[in-house]
């Protein structure tokens, strides 16, 4: 059954009692700013569960589309994907347990035609700490549902020591595995959040998958929530009916809804009985478009498939938010996707793919949800362009780290913070690869060297501007204030995300750096250069002042690493005391007048590191 198919068929089943069918939210929260992407089916629901009425009814079914970031690394096993769609249906007061496990169960039994002696299901144990019963009624529902179809409906009570008992169906288990919220278990929840206990359904893949030797659960009693390979959950019907208090104690919501969210990855899987989901059509013409590319069959080795699986998954994902306007950034949103093409590329290379290939997996990825996300086929060109100039920075960054990184004995947190330094090289992936050969590299080790350098490299500038920026010249003062004038234009032209990283001066001209993700072009380095020579015209006042440094920033003075400046510092502005253009905590000379710079021009630009942008500027010849 491919995978439109299991979509189109849940949407029209719940359709037929009388939910109204929604499209997919955006991947990226619209009016929410406590998350950057939609992680789950009934993140677009909350204020509803929480008793606004919707405009649709109180009945609702959809496929959301999801992305998870916190799932990267977890990518690579036979199920674990960062982008999912969750199909999903909702009743807002309306029906309730007897109503939901029912159709549950007919939709994946009569719709999917699973066989039902492969479902097996959990419930809630009940809480004494949160006062609240163990699901005697969902049981008695399930054994009626599972009776129906012939089966077995023993309850196991205690599953970690009992295992798969003979007649074993349903399982208990606390709130650690039955309880669902979006901040996870109850304890984590913040005041005001919903939640509830559920029930989950499992598929047994046990006649087409046995226990590995290698799996640490092989001689522990299995059950359906062992991590052994047995058994996917496809299915969660959450039963929202509470809200967390100020004391930590949980009270009834105004009304008893339903959350229900089921896969669509891995049912399609289940429908084919196939355990991994990279086997559906989600995700097999992507790999068969990789073991072309490479020469590689994805089931040659476990490593292969490792790598196969990686890539599959973040390119895939990449697409899809580009198609909601997520490009590779530094930041926010799009520090996430540059982070999944990055990790692609990487894992490529394992694969003997070693050139240009991003944009060759697009229109793969487009074709695959022509029918679902037309928008994809119709922004792909645009999608390819971005992929095509993310993997040109990429490819000669990671060439060039991958070689150092295998010359390199022991990995700790500097010789990390150099690779990063040298080559822009990203830690994450440096951890990774320190991780594959059994060592230790955690982001504190990194951050300590980082800032050890931040530190060193500060004091060296004072030390400079001690000596008079190299030499005592006056056209080293005349650069050293153009680069505020520099840094304002910046800001002001290409938006307040640039921040200085650097910069060396000499009497023959100025460095600046900066962090940027792409070159500037031919206008935009003309627009600059006007701007600033027409502040060095202008004759604009450059004032010192000494404030005490909180009073300097509530100002709007600039400061990078403000935490290592003296509480009294000094700071420079360039224009009038109302209507500045440049206003900066800084230790060095300056001009006291912006024409005493002179006119500049343009020698050249470069780039420092991932992210990182070099200019050269000089002073016009008379």
Not at 471 to 480: G, L, P, V, W
Request: proline letters at 5%.
């Amino acid at each position: 059954m491919h995978p439109d198919e299991v979509r189109q068929k849940y949407l029209e089943f719940f359709r037929k009692q009388q939910h109204a069918v929604l499209p997919s939210a955006p991947l990226v929260p619209e009016n929410d700013p406590t998350t950057l992407f939609t992680g789950s089916g009934m993140q677009p629901m909350i204020t509803y569960l929480l008793g606004a009425p919707h405009p649709k009814g109180s009945r609702i079914v959809d496929s959301q589309r999801c992305f998870r970031s916190q799932d990267i690394e977890e990518v690579g096993d036979n199920r674990h994907t960062t982008y999912f769609e969750m199909l999903g249906n909702w009743s807002l007061g309306d029906y309730f347990k007897q109503e939901q496990l029912r159709w549950v169960f007919t939709f994946l039994t009569k719709e999917l035609k699973l066989d039902p002696q492969k479902l097996f299901v959990t419930v809630f144990s009940g809480s004494k700490k949160l006062n609240i019963s163990y699901d005697q009624e969902s049981v008695e529902i399930w054994q009626g549902l599972f009776a129906e179809a012939g089966c077995s409906t023993g309850v196991v009570k205690q599953p970690e020591k009992e295992g798969m008992t003979k007649d074993g169906r349903i399982f208990f288990f606390d709130e650690k595995k039955n309880w669902w919220s979006r901040a996870g278990i109850p304890d984590n929840m913040p005041v005001g959040e919903p939640g509830g206990p559920d029930s989950e359904v499992f598929y047994d893949f046990g006649v087409t998958l046995q226990l590995h030797e290698s799996s640490p659960f092989a001689a522990e009693p299995c059950h359906v929530n062992c991590d052994c390979g047995r058994f996917l959950e496809i299915g969660n019907s959450v039963f929202m009916q509470y809200q967390k208090q100020a004391d930590g104690s949980f009270s009834e919501l105004p009304q008893m809804n339903v959350d229900f969210g089921g896969g669509l990855e891995r049912l399609a899987a289940a429908a084919i009985n196939d355990p991994d989901v990279f086997t559906t059509e989600l995700f097999i013409p992507i790999i068969s478009e990789l073991e072309t590319m490479s020469g590689v069959l994805y089931k040659q080795d476990e490593k292969s498939r490792y790598a196969f699986r990686v890539i599959a998954d973040h390119v895939r994902a990449a697409v899809m938010l580009a198609s909601d306007g997520v490009y590779p950034a530094n930041k926010e949103q799009g520090y996430f996707v540059r982070r999944l093409l990055r990790r692609a590329i990487r894992y490529a290379h394992d694969l003997g793919i070693n050139k240009p290939f991003l944009s060759q997996l697009v229109p793969v990825v487009a074709k695959i949800y022509a029918n679902a996300y037309p928008q994809v086929s119709e922004q792909a060109e645009k999608i390819q362009a971005a992929l095509v100039l993310e993997e040109q920075k990429f490819q000669k960054v990671l060439e060039k780290g991958l070689r150092h990184f295998s010359s390199l004995k022991e990995v700790d947190g500097e010789s990390a913070f150099r690779l990063y330094e040298t080559y822009g090289f990203p830690f994450e992936l440096t951890q990774e690869l320190a991780q594959e050969r059994g060592q230790t590299l955690d982001a504190a080790a990194f951050d300590k060297a980082r800032q050890a350098h931040a530190v060193a490299s500060r004091t060296a500038s004072a030390g400079k501007f001690r000596g008079g920026l190299q030499d005592t010249s006056e056209i080293a003062t005349r650069y050293h204030t153009a680069t505020h004038l520099l840094h304002a234009e910046l800001r002001n032209l290409l938006g307040k995300a640039v921040q200085q990283k650097g910069s060396n001066i000499t009497d023959k001209r100025l460095r600046f750096d900066f962090s940027f993700d792409r070159a500037l072009t031919e206008s935009e380095i003309s627009k600059v250069l006007a701007q600033i020579n027409e502040w060095v015209t202008a004759d604009l006042p450059v004032t010192k002042k000494i404030q005490k440094k909180e009073v300097a920033l509530k100002s709007g003075a600039l400061a990078f690493f403000s935490e290592q400046y003296p509480d009294e510092v000094s700071v420079y502005t360039i224009g009038g005391e109302q209507d500045w253009i440049s206003r900066e905590l800084c230790g060095g000379p300056h001009v006291t007048h912006t024409s005493e710079i002179g006119q500049l021009q343009f020698i050249k630009q470069q780039a420092v590191a991932a992210g990182v942008r070099r200019i050269y500027l000089q002073v016009e010849s008379p």
